[in-house]
């Protein structure tokens, strides 16, 4: 009976070659893989599984606890699963299960949890956290440093990744081949690395990081000697591992007992798990997306492992290829010095071949003209890759996960990990029924699809960006509890969260998710807890948040066919409440609340102008105008309310002068007030100071007026405020200072005017004419000057068309007048 072990590096093509060769010579009748032991029951499926691809194992009580282990075509592991498949040899998992690593995570979450309100014992002596040696946690770093190389990945792959059979010599010291020679020389380097000498001591005095380990080998160790002995024992056995582990199962850092290996896995309470297998993709097995095992190049690697020959030539072929279709010059006489140039940046830095450092440095050189934005495209789409593994339609899921898939394939909505834009007409069937499938998922927290803005002004219109995560089938897993179906699972997500609402607002919001969702069924309950929670709602910042996703669904629902009938009582009483309580709301707020206030009413203000009915518009604005002048309200609500009257016609530019002028004058209070109702009429934009050089005037004068203590106090929110403003407005504004402004008289533009509070009747109808909207009021803006217009009417009378003409001719009479 012999075991060999083969110590690898997750994800290296040479590694991958190495265990090929090795397996091939060997002929084990077992193979042990280092992986979860849950995972042997779905080994079954090794040959439905197009790599990448992830086995994937999740705790039974809570699939939200779950891990992965990637596994790409260039894996050593995955090469020898298909080795055991191919040859008919079993294969197993022989790392520390799952459920007895979940279990030991909990027992150390609730430890930490005690030690952080003071119940855990104070003299235990462990770490607080978990300490990870320094050895442990770059081994190759150390290999490197010790070689005399200050790059530990291009060390790795000069000696490993880019070993080719044809390139080695047929044996090697003691007639073993290449392979086997570069597992031996690999064991002799870890074993050096942990040697006792180099350990920090004992386990008891190690970090969780440390102790964990400790635990996966004597796990590991207990595996292979039952596989090892016994009456079914095997004669030969490959056992393939981290080549960090091979000292540890080899006995080179010492002999273990069975027993002793036993008692550290004793009191060990395992959790119930179940594996599957999931698509995975390259740019999941970067080490830039977190995956603390990942390799810095998975799409280089990939090449490596594919290219049959000339791999420097073949890629450098490739990312010409790339600039092309990106309409980027890439000659062929540019490809063959790119190649030449690697070659010889090789050879100054004294490498065998070039690596994937030599080759972007010529391609940055040779094809991008010393431009990094091209190759930033090289690495997204060749360094890194956009290669997505599959698995086969027999592979065990949750009912909901096929259910999504038969729904996809049903609606022509293909899974992709690259993203793809995706434009909706709700008019059609199909697209109502893709945009019910989309949001049904964001509702389970599968954000498959996310909500784009749309260039069509009308409402059929939908935008999304479509972007398949691998990580979504683990969302579906713990959805399935919900329900075997999107709908079903959907509207039990909604019930639940409406139940757990904690304010009418986020029901509101539910609300208009399950409008969107296409969930009739779930519909009355939500209404019904809105309708519950709107009746004890008293706050009326919190009634006007809530509104605006109610006027959403009474504007736009129809567009999707949904009975709106179930909304319209209640925002009909929302907007009620509203405008009874509004003035009362605005008044005594600091400047936290103000800021609060202001947003809420902005939101109400949307909403009531999609809800457009005219009588509780009007009594919208008389509530406004209320809070607009309440004596002692807060001054940016002040001023919030003022514009909001502005924008909508109900005051007159010589209105808002007088305002303007009033809460920038001397006697209208503190400079600091100013600022702030200023920055409250200012805030939705600064049209109105581009357009009306009269207001601009009073603000400059005002700016211009104060004392350098009180413009410090004014600086910060007008800044702010100015800061908001869209580039072409502030551009205007400047042109205008710039100019000359005119001077402001000593009484507002157009004289005395009547203040709007004052011209509306309590139920929000006008009590006497009001100039209609961009109206100027007599006497406000400059003179006529006859001999210009008389210039402008012929070209006007052409435009206009002959019925124009008679108007035309009667005004140039007048003007000649």
């Not at 934005?373 to 096929?402: F, N, W, Y």
């Not at 904690?502 to 309708?531: K, N, S, W």
């Amino acid at each position: 009976m012999t075991v060999t072990v083969l110590g690898v590096r997750h994800h290296g093509p040479g590694s991958a070659r190495a265990v090929r060769a090795a397996l091939a010579e060997l002929d084990p009748d077992l193979v042990l893989v280092e992986g979860p032991p849950e995972g042997d029951s779905a080994l079954v499926h090794v040959g439905a599984l197009t790599p990448p691809v992830a086995l994937t194992a999740y705790a039974v009580d809570e699939p939200r606890d779950a891990a992965f282990w990637p596994l790409a075509e260039f894996s050593p592991e995955w090469q020898a699963l298909l080795h055991g498949r191919a040859a008919g040899v079993p294969t197993r998992f022989i790392d520390l299960p799952f459920g007895h690593d979940l279990a030991l995570r909990r027992r150390d979450a609730e430890t930490d949890s005690d030690e952080d309100t003071g119940e855990a014992d104070e003299d235990t002596g462990e770490a607080d956290e978990d300490t990870v040696p320094e050895l442990v946690a770059d081994p190759l770093g150390w290999l490197a440093f010790a070689a005399g190389h200050d790059d530990p990945e291009r060390f790795w792959e000069d000696l490993v990744e880019h070993r080719r059979p044809a390139s080695t010599p047929t044996a090697g010291a003691g007639g073993r081949s290449p392979g086997l020679e570069l597992f031996a020389a690999v064991a002799e380097a870890m074993a050096a690395l942990r040697d006792p000498d180099h350990q920090p001591g004992p386990a008891a005095s190690r970090g969780a990081h440390a102790r964990r380990e400790d635990l996966r080998e004597a796990h590991m160790r207990l595996a292979i000697r039952a596989a090892s002995t016994g009456a079914d024992a095997a004669a030969r056995v490959v056992v393939l591992c981290g080549a960090w582990h091979v000292p540890a199962l080899t006995g080179r850092t010492g002999r273990t007992t069975v027993a002793a290996d036993r008692e550290l896995l004793r009191g060990i309470r395992p959790v119930r798990t179940t594996t599957t297998w999931v698509p995975w993709t390259h740019a999941l097995l970067s080490a830039d997306s977190g995956y603390g095992a990942g390799v810095t190049s998975p799409g280089w690697y990939h090449h490596l492992w594919t290219a049959p020959d000339q791999v420097g030539a073949r890629w450098v072929a490739r990312v010409a290829a790339l600039l092309r279709a990106a309409d980027l010059p890439a000659s062929t006489a540019s490809v063959v010095e790119t190649v030449r140039l690697a070659e010889a940046l090789a050879a100054v830095r004294e490498r065998a071949v070039p690596g994937l450092t030599e080759l972007t440095d010529a391609v940055l050189a040779g094809l991008c003209a010393g431009d990094p934005v091209p190759l930033a495209v090289v690495r997204e789409q060749l360094v890194i890759g956009d290669v997505v593994g599959a698995v086969g339609p027999d592979v065990p899921t949750v009912p909901l996960a096929a259910d999504v898939a038969r729904t996809q394939k049903r609606l022509r909505l293909a899974p992709t990990p690259v993203e793809k834009p995706l434009r909706l007409d709700l008019r059609r069937e199909l697209d109502r029924e893709r945009s019910a499938l989309l949001h049904r998922l964001r509702l389970l927290d599968v954000d498959w699809g996310i909500p784009t803005a749309t260039s069509s002004t009308g409402t059929f219109a939908e935008g999304w960006t479509l972007a398949w995560q691998p990580t979504f089938a683990l969302a579906l897993v713990v959805a399935a509890r919900h329900g075997a179906t999107v709908e079903d699972a959907a509207g039990d997500v909604v019930a639940e969260r409406t139940r757990a609402a904690p304010d009418l607002a986020a029901i509101t919001g539910l609300f208009e998710q399950v409008v969107l969702a296409d969930l009739p069924a779930a519909l009355e309950a939500v209404r019904a807890g809105l309708e519950q929670r709107a009746a004890t709602t008293g706050d009326v910042a919190h009634l006007m948040l809530a509104l605006a996703p109610l006027a959403r669904v009474h504007r736009y629902g129809d567009v999707r066919g949904t009975d709106t009938g179930l909304v319209v009582g209640l925002t009909t009483s929302l907007m009620t409440r509203i405008c009874a309580g509004l003035p009362a709301a605005c008044a005594s707020l600091d400047d936290d609340a103000a800021d609060a206030m202001v947003a809420a009413v902005d939101t109400a203000d949307t909403a009531f102008g999609l809800v457009a009915d005219p009588e509780h518009v009007a009594r919208w604005h008389a509530a406004v105008g209320v809070a607009a002048t309440t004596a002692g309200g807060n001054p940016l609500v002040a001023g919030r309310c003022t514009r909001i009257l502005s924008d909508a016609g109900r005051l007159t530019p010589a209105a808002v002068a007088t305002r303007l002028a009033r809460a920038l004058s001397a006697a209208g209070g503190a400079p600091a007030d100013a600022a702030h109702w200023l920055a409250g009429f200012l805030g939705r934009s600064g049209a109105v100071l581009a357009r009306d050089p009269a207001m601009l005037s009073l603000v400059d004068t005002w700016l211009a007026g104060l004392d350098g203590d009180a413009f410090t106090v004014v600086l910060a929110p007008l800044r702010r405020t100015f800061a908001a403003f869209a580039g072409p407005e502030r551009r205007l504004i400047g042109e205008r200072v710039r100019s000359g402004l005119p001077r402001p008289t000593a009484e507002p533009p157009g004289g005395a005017v009547t203040d709007p509070a004052d011209t509306t009747s309590p139920g929000g109808s006008p009590a006497t004419a009001r100039p209609p909207t961009g109206a100027i009021p007599p006497g406000d803006g400059p003179a006529w000057d006859p001999a210009r217009v008389a210039i402008v009417l012929p070209t006007l009378a052409a435009l206009l068309g002959p019925d124009s003409a008679a108007p035309a001719r009667a005004e140039k009479e007048h003007t000649d007048a």
